[in-house]
């Protein structure tokens, strides 16, 4: 099992900046892709962004490319979603998700294909 908490949410004007964390525990955290979606007030969740064991592999949502940045610190065992020129559309709730990959450069961008996921935290950006 491995366990996944998000931290670093809260309410911010447009145009600011957070940066979510994600932190595992219960496993070799190395073995596994990370991914990032969101849920807005009525919609179904969706990919955001998604990195690889070792980071050098990374996929986003077309809406957040050039504005969010996933990474991981491996000997943290966390993962970090960095998130600049906030937008009103950008409030959601945010979760993180793991998956067993092994030192590969696979990850993915299937919310099917995770097997863990963290209870979220409430990302609210004002206009």
């Known amino acids: 099992q491995v366990q996944l908490v998000e931290s670093g949410g809260g309410l911010v004007q447009a145009g600011d900046s957070l940066r979510l964390s994600c932190a595992a525990s219960?496993?070799?955290?190395?073995?596994?892709?990370m991914g990032w979606f969101r849920q807005a007030p009525g919609k179904e969740r969706e990919f955001v962004a998604a990195?690889?064991?070792?980071?050098?592999?990374?996929y986003y949502a077309n809406s957040v490319k050039g504005r969010f940045t996933i990474s991981r610190d491996n000997a943290k065992n966390t993962a970090y979603l960095q998130m600049n020129s906030l937008r009103p559309e950008d409030t959601a709730v945010y979760y993180c998700?793991?998956?067993?990959?092994?030192?590969?450069?696979?990850?993915?961008?299937?919310?099917?294909?995770?097997?863990?996921w963290g209870r979220g935290t409430q990302v609210t950006v004002s206009s």
């Open positions: 990195i690889n064991w070792s980071g050098d592999n990374t």
């Open positions: 998700a793991a998956v067993y990959t092994g030192p590969v450069t696979y990850t993915t961008i299937y919310e099917s294909q995770y097997n863990y």
């Open positions: 219960g496993r070799t955290f190395s073995n596994y892709a």
